[in-house]
């Protein structure tokens, strides 16, 4: 992954495009067998979206934990604050940096991970009124 992403720095070579750079490489069968993805979030998105794709991860990262942080220390009606905390966490163990993970852009791992950025917004949303 870090070797397609030095040959692609800023737009990296596209969404699911790191299988075919690694079926065009020589491997060692003793070593292991070449893979659709890299088995990380944060390398895949580096690898396939570049520095610009990298970017927005971070942003979208920093601001699940600034509000997570924000909301967290604010008394607020116990209901709305779990769901908030609940889908923030959750969001944020899918797209830990730093564990193995499925493909970002697999269509069963983007269902669970988009559905719970649509209740993390239902429940955003709901907090900010009590702003």
């Not at 088995?39 to 991860?57: D, M």
């Not at 604010?74 to 564990?99: D, G, H, M, R, Y």
Request: aromatic share 20%.
């Amino acid at each position: 992954a870090i070797d397609l992403f030095s040959k692609n720095l800023i737009f990296g070579v596209g969404p699911k495009g790191f299988r075919f750079h690694c079926r065009k490489i020589d491997y060692d069968s003793d070593v292991g067998i070449c893979s659709t993805h890299p088995h990380n979030i944060a390398l895949q998105i580096l690898s396939e979206t570049g520095i610009i794709g990298f970017c927005f991860y971070i942003l979208i990262l920093l601001f699940l934990l600034f509000n997570l942080f924000k909301y967290n220390n604010k008394s607020l009606e116990t209901n709305q604050k779990c769901k908030f905390l609940v889908s923030s966490l959750a969001i944020l163990v899918n797209l830990f940096p730093f564990l193995p993970s499925g493909n970002f852009f697999n269509n069963w791992i983007s269902i669970i991970t988009f559905y719970l950025f649509g209740l993390y917004f239902y429940s955003y949303i709901n907090l900010k009124k009590y702003d």
